[in-house]
């Protein structure tokens, strides 16, 4: 099993530089970063994990460009979002982000979105909250659009584009229906994300990883009726607590690569928690 980092990276943390090398010298498949352009003080949406909201939020790096140093001092490590917030950008920018990184990288980006949990974050950028999975799937669109192999326009209810040049490609050849990096949708399972996983992207970013063994049959169900390739489907569970019977559960399951949690801190700590969590990667030697 492949098992990969997730860490807040802020002003305040280990740097993007000294993170990445030390990852790929220890074997650690990739690096993901998430993303939050700011958070409104006066907010009314909760936190997803209950009481304050953590520091780190409001000074997280931008992850485009903490990849983009940490793809400058690697070699092979994996370097992923969780997750791009994809309705608060301009899609047609983030299209020239996303294939920027994976070029310049050589094609280890993996693109991990979602639709997010802040309202208040989401209203600045303009999103209407009901209909924010609609405008996502209809970015996604567009996105790929831009990265299709030959000028393709593209018409949707929130935004379009000409068939335009549009270069640098995202690496990855298209794959079914999904043109552009490694994708992966981040969300709660249901009927809704699991149709909109097969129809735009490899598969899913299920954080935290509970509840897998009743959600993964019926995800596999929509992807079939999708008329996907069974075993494209990949499965990534994102900021894991890691603990050896945990892990060995998602073997069971199939699942290929983890993404465990690493919290917001300075180098020596950070390096210490590496040290730790390199006891999981007997045999965890693939990149993402």
């Known amino acids: 099993m492949r098992i990969a980092v997730t860490i807040f990276l802020t002003d305040e943390t280990i740097t993007p530089t000294r993170l990445a ?17 700011h958070i409104p003080v006066e907010r009314t949406s909760p936190y997803p994990a209950g009481g304050d909201l953590p520091r780190e939020y409001g000074r997280t790096l931008d992850p485009f460009v903490a990849l983009g140093q940490a793809a400058a001092v690697t070699r092979t490590l994996g370097l992923g979002t969780g997750i791009t917030l994809v309705a608060q950008h301009d899609p047609i920018d983030l299209a020239k982000q996303i294939a920027t990184v994976d070029h310049l990288s050589g094609g280890r980006l993996t693109l ?19 209909t924010r999975r609609e405008l996502v799937r209809d ?16 018409d949707g209810e929130y935004g379009s584009v000409r068939a335009s040049t549009a270069y640098p490609k995202p690496v990855q050849k298209p794959r079914g229906p999904v043109v552009g990096p490694r994708t992966l949708v981040g969300g709660a399972a249901g009927p809704k994300l699991f149709s909109h996983i097969s129809e735009y992207a490899d598969g899913w970013l299920p954080i935290g990883g509970r509840g897998l063994s009743e959600a ?7 992807w079939a009726d999708a008329g996907r390739e069974p075993d494209a489907l990949q499965v990534v569970p994102y900021a894991v607590q890691p603990s050896p019977g945990k892990l060995a559960h998602y073997a069971e399951l199939g699942i290929e690569e983890v993404v465990v949690q690493l919290p917001p801190v300075g180098e020596a700590e950070a390096l210490g928690l590496l040290d730790g969590y390199s006891a999981y990667l007997t045999g965890a030697t693939d990149t993402v």
């Open 21 to 37: 090398r030390e990852l790929e010298q220890r074997g650690f498949a990739g690096l993901y970063l998430p993303e939050h352009t």
């Open 112 to 130: 991990g979105l979602g639709y997010g949990w802040n309202v208040e974050e989401a209203a600045d950028h303009g999103v209407e909250w009901r």
């Open 139 to 154: 970015r996604m669109r567009l996105m790929q659009a831009l990265w299709a192999e030959e000028p393709t326009a593209y």
């Open 216 to 222: 993964l049959p019926v995800l596999r169900s929509a």
